[in-house]
């Protein structure tokens, strides 16, 4: 279990999450709709993050032995080739040479990049890199998998085809923590969801539980509610009038 | 608002010399820019001695004489500014003409091809002449007062001679036209091939271009045989070779401007003509048709060609993480093209060293032990190292460093072996295996062998050196300009280069007595586990952990406000 608490980030004095606390379970996918970066990537200003009980500082190597990450901006050596970019990772988190050549072989081909494994990064899409970035994140069977706008670039089959792999990494008793914008793919994937506003949690709870507490249809709509303060018609109604002025 | 545009585009041209992506977060371009002129002038500054010292002895001399004794002055004076210039053209190799970026960033604005275009053109003339004018600074005016006739009244006057001012005119033309034929040289050349050939496949000739072109220059300069004499100039065996020395085609010019021509330099003076008129039109040419035709081939093919999977192929070594760094950094180093050139810079700088040395005596000592020959060796495995390390410190795809940054690895001693390792594989093996081959193909097997053993613990020695303190792993820590002191580092070599020659000159007599031969393995081996000890020693500390950024952002930060900044008072 990933575990936060009292967790205080600052940038330059101002909070972009301010005392959270909350728990992402194995067996489920937490949605997280906010500023992320707080679990164990860069240091809390305070507080302290714990991973299967125990602080994730006590031994940080031994954290991100288990952590799979997919970062929201695809940085990756361009000038390597997808092939070469997956072996370097394997080799960096210590896969075994043999797991990591089948293992690379095989998300090569279930991603569909095979057929460019030898064209250097520099020459693929978003989504291709994407899926780099996702096979990255997997190759070493991570026990906390943390994804940030995963589906960014990524064409409607593979789209479809992550959305049920998160499930079936939760299903196998994963845990993952999911963020992103896109409201319907939390709604469908996620089942439970923390959304902070201005650095604070509003929401932790079920999908279901929120929407019958709220009597809201939709996830959009709470987060409407709880997180968005401003009139979000009145302010597309006003940048609609200014151009045309 | 063409104006406009072409202001700043200019600007930001003419300011993107280093891609700025390689800065540190305290990184100051000027302070890079202020170090490329520093070593500028003191070249400058050298050439400027160099004048007056071969002048003053010979200002006795009827003009006519002291014309003809300035000839090899005037030479190396436009000789240095081509290869300057030549060096210069190939450092901005990429930003010459529009990259996938420019095209990307700026193709979506209403910004016209001809704007774009000259903002271009006047960003690398400006650049172009700001070069020229840095390092021919000191000599451009003391070639002119030393060449005018002797005047009683007084320097002022001696100055402002008709004959001073048309001496430093015709110099200032000549070395601005040296200049620029280079300079159009490149672009002509890169544009043609640009025109001739598909883009993916025109970035990769291009790539091997910009080598052969360094290589040109480079050897030009060193290998360049020295005419500097009406009779040298008149000789018959020699017009062939004449014809194909464009600096003495501006030694002509330069006569030919100043009013001193002498027969023999007035061939080449009019192929200087012919010359530059023949390259300012086809780089013009070549300039125009790649902005007009080609901008839209840049869009709708990618950069890079597939590569054979053959071609990719690496040896381990070592342990996976030692197999990741060095083969990260094999890679990086063969792919970026920016490495690579400045990696050639050293390696260029070693190759002179032992061209210098060769021209004076180690062709005719080669099968004895000589000290020429060692110390080439070592100075080729110094600038190798040397140059490598510096590379490494230079980041590529700096924001993809994350990955290195998640990786479950502990820092400090794994990456500096790691790092260790890259910097032998790069740079050490190389230089070793080809001493290895010459020195067992012209020296007695023994001697051989016994400076190759001291060669390896040197190179030992020499790479831990370097990598004392350094926390980063190859290409991925940010880059702050400004701490090198590249223009102290002349004065460095100079003294490095003085002890290497009594250094080497104890390793040939110890070559020849086992004893003297042994204690010199004693020192080398007791100084290269005493330096290995000192290295691993720092990276074990606790602190010394992984460095991402030359300097971590600081914990307060600046806005940078000014006028414009201040917060009205009402």
């Known amino acids: 279990m990933l575990e936060l608490r009292g967790v205080s980030k600052r940038f330059l004095?101002?909070?972009?999450?301010?005392?959270?606390?909350?728990?992402?379970?194995?067996?489920?996918?937490?949605?997280?709709?906010?500023p992320n970066g707080s679990t164990g990537l860069i240091e809390a200003t305070s507080g302290q993050v714990f991973f299967e009980g125990a602080p994730i500082q006590r031994d940080l190597i031994a954290y991100k032995q288990r952590l799979?990450?997919?970062?929201?901006?695809?940085?990756?050596?361009?000038?390597?080739?997808?092939?070469?970019?997956?072996?370097?990772?394997?080799?960096?988190?210590?896969?075994?040479?043999?797991?990591?050549?089948?293992?690379?072989?095989?998300?090569?081909?279930?991603?569909?990049?095979?057929?460019?494994?030898?064209?250097?990064?520099?020459?693929?899409?978003?989504?291709?890199?994407?899926?780099?970035?996702?096979?990255?994140?997997?190759?070493?069977?991570?026990?906390?998998?943390?994804?940030?706008?995963?589906?960014?670039?990524?064409?409607?089959?593979?789209?479809?085809?992550?959305?049920?792999?998160?499930q079936e990494l939760a299903a196998r008793r994963k845990v993952v923590l999911f963020s992103s914008h896109e409201l319907e793919t939390v709604e469908r994937v996620c089942s439970r969801v923390v959304i902070l506003h201005r650095g604070k949690i509003v929401a932790d709870d079920s999908i279901e539980r929120l929407r019958a507490l709220m009597a809201l249809p939709t996830l959009e709509e709470i987060f409407s509610q709880l997180a968005v303060e401003q009139d979000t018609a009145a302010i597309s109604r006003e940048i609609a009038d200014l151009i045309q002025s | 608002m063409a104006k406009l545009q072409f202001r700043v585009l200019y600007r930001e041209f003419l300011f993107r010399m280093v891609d700025l992506e390689l800065l540190s977060v305290q990184g100051d371009m000027n302070k890079l820019l202020g170090q490329f002129a520093a070593v500028l002038v003191l070249v400058s500054i050298g050439q400027a001695l160099h004048v007056v010292s071969v002048l003053d002895s010979a200002s006795h001399m009827p003009r006519a004489e002291l014309l003809i004794r300035a000839w090899p002055v005037e030479h190396s004076l436009v000789t240095m500014t081509m290869l300057v210039v030549g060096l210069f053209a190939v450092l901005s190799w990429d930003s010459i003409f529009p990259s996938r970026r420019d095209v990307l960033v700026l193709a979506p604005l209403p910004i016209r091809a001809r704007t774009f275009f000259l903002a271009k053109v006047a960003a690398s003339a400006t650049a172009l002449s700001v070069t020229v004018a840095a390092l021919n600074a000191l000599p451009g005016f003391v070639l002119p007062v030393a060449l005018a006739p002797p005047d009683n009244g007084g320097l002022l006057n001696l100055i402002l001679s008709l004959v001073s001012l048309r001496s430093f005119a015709a110099h200032w033309i000549t070395v601005l036209a040296a200049g620029a034929f280079v300079f159009c040289c490149v672009l002509g050349v890169q544009g043609l091939a640009a025109q001739l050939l598909p883009r993916r496949r025109f970035l990769r000739v291009s790539a091997f271009l910009q080598m052969a072109a360094f290589?040109?220059?480079?050897?030009?300069?060193?290998?360049?045989?020295?005419?500097?004499?009406?009779?040298?100039?008149?000789?018959?065996?020699?017009?062939?070779?004449?014809?194909?020395?464009?600096?003495?085609?501006?030694?002509?010019?330069?006569?030919?401007?100043n009013g001193s021509m002498h027969p023999a330099l007035a061939p080449p003076a009019h192929r200087a003509l012919g010359g530059l008129a023949v390259a300012v039109f086809a780089a013009a040419t070549?300039?125009?048709?790649?902005?007009?035709?080609?901008?839209?081939?840049?869009?709708?093919?990618?950069?890079?060609?597939?590569?054979?999977?053959?071609?990719?192929?690496?040896?381990?070594?070592?342990r996976p993480l030692e197999t990741a760094?060095?083969?990260?950094?094999?890679?990086?180093?063969?792919?970026?093209?920016?490495?690579?050139?400045?990696?050639?810079?050293?390696?260029?700088?070693?190759?002179?060293?032992?061209?210098?040395?060769?021209?004076?005596?180690?062709?005719?000592q080669a099968p004895q032990v000589n000290v020429s020959m060692l110390v080439s060796s070592i100075v080729m495995l110094c600038v190798a190292v040397l140059g490598t390390r510096v590379v490494f410190s230079m980041p590529l795809e700096l924001r993809a460093n994350w990955i290195f940054r998640m990786a479950p690895v502990r820092g400090g001693p794994e990456f500096l072996a790691a790092t260790r390792r890259s910097l032998f594989v790069l740079a050490v093996i190389p230089v070793w295996a080809a001493s290895a081959t010459l020195f067992l193909s012209v020296w007695p097997w023994r001697s051989a062998i016994g400076h190759l053993i001291v060669l390896g613990l040197l190179a030992i020695i020499f790479a831990d050196l370097c990598l004392l303190g350094f926390r980063k792993i190859p290409f991925t820590c940010s880059y702050l300009p400004g701490k090198s002191y590249a223009h102290m580092a002349i004065w460095a070599f100079v003294v490095l280069q003085i002890l290497l020659s009594i250094g080497a000159e104890y390793?040939?007599?110890?070559?020849?007595?086992?004893?003297?031969?042994?204690?010199?393995?004693?020192?080398?081996?007791?100084?290269?586990?005493?330096?290995?000890?000192?290295?691993?020693?720092?990276?074990?500390?606790?602190?010394?952990?992984?460095?991402?950024?030359?300097?971590?952002?600081?914990?307060?930060?600046?806005l940078g406000l000014r006028r414009d900044g201040i917060l009205p008072l009402s």
């Open chain 2, 507 to 558: 390793e040939r007599r110890a070559l020849e007595n086992p004893a003297a031969y042994v204690a010199l393995l004693f020192i080398l081996c007791a100084a290269a586990c005493g330096i290995r000890w000192r290295a691993s020693a720092l990276a074990n500390k606790p602190e010394s952990e992984l460095q991402f950024d030359e300097e971590p952002a600081p914990a307060l930060q600046g």
């Open chain 2, 325 to 364: 760094v060095v083969q990260f950094s094999i890679r990086m180093l063969l792919r970026s093209r920016q490495h690579r050139v400045i990696l050639a810079f050293y390696w260029g700088i070693g190759f002179a060293i032992v061209i210098l040395l060769a021209k004076t005596r180690f062709a005719q």
């Open chain 1, 68 to 166: 799979g990450y997919v970062p929201e901006e695809p940085h990756l050596y361009a000038h390597l080739t997808g092939l070469e970019y997956l072996v370097m990772v394997g080799q960096l988190r210590g896969v075994s040479r043999a797991a990591a050549a089948k293992r690379i072989d095989g998300l090569l081909r279930l991603f569909a990049l095979h057929g460019d494994r030898h064209v250097p990064i520099s020459s693929y899409s978003k989504g291709m890199r994407q899926k780099v970035l996702l096979s990255a994140a997997l190759l070493h069977n991570p026990d906390l998998i943390l994804l940030d706008e995963p589906f960014s670039g990524l064409d409607v089959g593979s789209a479809l085809i992550l959305r049920s792999l998160i």
């Open chain 1, 13 to 34: 004095g101002i909070a972009a999450v301010d005392n959270v606390s909350f728990s992402a379970r194995p067996g489920e996918v937490t949605g997280y709709l906010g």
């Open chain 2, 215 to 257: 290589s040109l220059f480079l050897s030009l300069y060193l290998l360049e045989p020295s005419m500097t004499t009406p009779k040298a100039l008149a000789a018959p065996e020699n017009q062939r070779l004449l014809a194909c020395l464009p600096s003495y085609w501006f030694l002509g010019l330069f006569q030919l401007l």
């Open chain 2, 286 to 318: 070549a300039f125009l048709l790649s902005y007009f035709r080609t901008l839209r081939r840049i869009v709708e093919e990618p950069d890079i060609l597939p590569g054979a999977r053959r071609a990719s192929w690496l040896p381990r070594f070592g």
